[in-house]
């Protein structure tokens, strides 16, 4: 019976890793997404609808064709950031990192290349790779759960803005599928609510934060993002066959930081730039290290500005790059 009214912040958001990558585990054991409301994926399916030379110029009815195989579907979240395994299995889908049952420090490595595999493959070469995300209803009586199988997060951002909810930390999320999603899912979802393990930019370990290898800047906000395209090929009855990652890993950062004697040099640097930053290009570390402690220590300025609000300040924009040896990022959770 059609009793239920909902609003888009009823929904809610799960996600738990996959033993065969593309097939959706049994909805119990899932990890939730604290996120400030659900998006839906846009379905666009392949529709051929042309005119064919019949009588008249309207489509006939035998010439429609839709094929809902060969499209890759995606969807973008966000929400506030917690210490927990849903946010780390995200971070360690857009790094390359093997999902796992625990809460573990995400590295992006000196020469990362990304994960790929074949869907339905339980061997090695495509297990614990893909995740399924879960958009649940909350009454199945009178709605679907949407079930994003065969998924990889192709973007992950943290941000946090002293002007925005006392400085917690946020973060946003792109989520991609090369399989068809299961749209009339009626399961009971059942797992681990996110837990109460907030964590704000007023925790940053201030004497130790490093911006664009300057020391102890004062930070009104900050952003960090791990970009990992994926691409999908070949073709199977339920979707595309493989995955992997496009070509280029991209890490950039971002902060706002009061205009003064410590900050001053990053315009000067940045105009008279011609080498890369081999240390403490970003840092954001954490009083208690493990409360999401950033680094990313080599790269190069991107972008100063002078930012003309109440207060002088500079927005400095980053970008991370490797040495060979070195991790590009470090993000620590433990």
């Known amino acids: 019976m059609a009793n239920g009214v909902f609003s888009p912040r009823d929904f809610k958001a799960w996600v738990i890793e996959e033993a065969t990558p593309g097939t959706a585990p049994t909805l119990s054991g899932l990890d939730q997404l604290d996120v400030d409301s659900v998006s839906f994926p846009s379905l666009s399916p392949n529709q051929v609808t042309a005119v064919r030379s019949r009588a008249g110029r309207v489509v006939h009815k035998d010439d429609f064709f839709q094929d809902n195989e060969m499209r890759a579907i995606e969807v973008s979240l966000s929400g506030t950031f ?7 299995i995200l971070m360690q889908s857009v790094t390359g990192t093997d ?3 625990t809460v573990a420090n995400v590295v992006l490595g000196a020469t990362p290349t990304g994960q790929s595999g074949k869907y ?6 495509g297990d614990n790779k893909t995740f399924t995300l879960c958009l649940a209803s909350p009454d199945t009586d009178d709605g679907y759960n949407i079930l994003m199988v065969g998924c990889l997060c192709t973007s992950f951002s943290i941000n946090a803005d002293m002007g925005t909810d006392g400085g917690l930390y946020k973060f946003e999320a792109t989520i991609s599928s090369g399989q068809n999603p299961v749209t009339n899912n009626t399961a009971t979802e059942a797992g681990n ?7 704000s930019i ?10 664009g290898g300057i020391s102890a800047p004062v930070v009104s906000s900050f952003g960090f993002t791990i970009e990992s395209p994926a691409i999908y090929t070949g073709f199977s009855s339920t979707g595309y066959h493989s995955y992997a ?8 950062a971002n902060a706002t930081v009061k205009y003064d004697s410590v900050s001053r040099d990053l315009y000067h640097n940045f105009n008279n730039q011609t080498s890369s930053i081999a240390s403490n290009l970003f840092v954001m570390p954490q009083s208690t290290a493990a409360d999401c402690s950033i680094s990313l220590p080599i790269g190069f300025l991107t972008d100063v500005v002078f930012n003309e609000g109440d207060a002088m300040m500079l927005d400095v924009s980053l970008q ?11 993000i620590t959770l433990t």
Not at 82 to 88: F, H, I, M, S, Y
Not at 193 to 199: C, P, Q, S
Not at 320 to 330: K, L, R, V
């Open 193 to 199: 609510v996110f837990a109460n393990n907030l964590i």
């Open 120 to 125: 339905g493959d339980t061997g090695s070469s």
């Open 320 to 330: 991370g790059a490797t040495d060979g040896s070195a991790n590009i990022a470090t």
């Open 202 to 211: 007023t925790t940053l370990d201030s004497a130790n934060i490093k911006l």
């Open 99 to 101: 999902l796992n049952n």
């Open 245 to 252: 990652r496009g070509s280029e890993f991209t890490v950039t």
């Open 82 to 88: 917690r210490n927990d395994k849903a946010n780390q």
